[in-house]
């Protein structure tokens, strides 16, 4: 079984520039979930999609950071504009949902430096 | 403030050594994960545990939920280079439909 993937798996950008990450989850999974980890620190929830809905984006800086899920399978998050706090591993994860939805699959992640 | 705090922050032994890391919040979680991070990856789970008191076992590694369900302990037996990583817990409710993470534990097994 193919684990979630996620590329670029390294980006290093201008702080104001723009930038876009992809996840493709496990085959079947109807959750989806956006992280950023902090060197240093585990990792914070931004997004949760349930299939192509959103659940939770409390955590998520709408003003800069969107996120979308079409046809509930891939996901791509994007930050615009990009700013040198931002500087983080952003990691994808899918579970199969419902009472399984502790079981979270991560990829690898993708680390974003912004200088 | 964190919602779940883990202890120690660090920590480096000698292959063959045991030892035990924390994970402690003032909220009740319906389920607890133990999560293994190792450099350039994602966390990889590990255990999942759900009733208070519970203790499972995943060859050297021994996880315990505490009874009230608010903390948690992972005890390694003679712990292996191999078990290097940041140990990280994750507190949900709901049955996953919220989660928190907890800062990790960064654990270096000397051989």
């Known amino acids: 079984e193919a684990g979630v993937a996620q590329s670029p798996r390294y980006k290093i950008i201008e702080k104001r520039q723009s930038v876009a990450f992809w996840c493709n989850p496990i085959s079947g999974h109807a959750t989806l979930y956006w992280y950023q980890q902090i060197l240093g620190q585990g990792p914070k929830l931004l997004i949760q999609?349930?299939?192509?809905?959103?659940?939770?984006d409390s955590q998520l800086p709408k003003d800069r950071f969107s996120a979308e899920r079409l046809k509930g399978v891939d996901s791509t998050l994007k930050i615009q504009p990009a700013k040198l706090e931002d500087s983080a591993v952003y990691l994808c994860?899918?579970?199969?949902?419902?009472?399984?939805?502790?079981?979270?699959?991560f990829g690898p992640g993708t680390r974003l430096t912004v200088t | 403030t964190q919602l779940l705090e883990q202890s120690p922050q660090f920590l480096s032994i000698q292959e063959g050594e045991n030892l035990t890391v924390y994970c402690n919040s003032s909220s009740v979680f319906s389920s607890l994960q133990w999560y293994r991070q190792e450099p350039g990856e994602g966390p990889v789970l590990l255990v999942t545990v759900v009733t208070g008191g519970e203790v499972k076992k995943l060859k050297r590694l021994t996880f315990q939920f505490g009874d009230a369900r608010k903390d948690s302990s992972l005890h390694i037996t003679a712990a292996q280079p191999g078990d290097t990583g940041l140990y990280l817990c994750a507190g949900g409710w709901n049955y996953g439909q919220n989660f928190v993470f907890g800062p990790g534990t960064r654990l270096s097994v000397l051989p």
């Open positions: 999609f349930q299939n192509n809905g959103v659940v939770d």
């Open positions: 994860a899918s579970s199969l949902g419902g009472r399984r939805s502790y079981e979270q699959y």
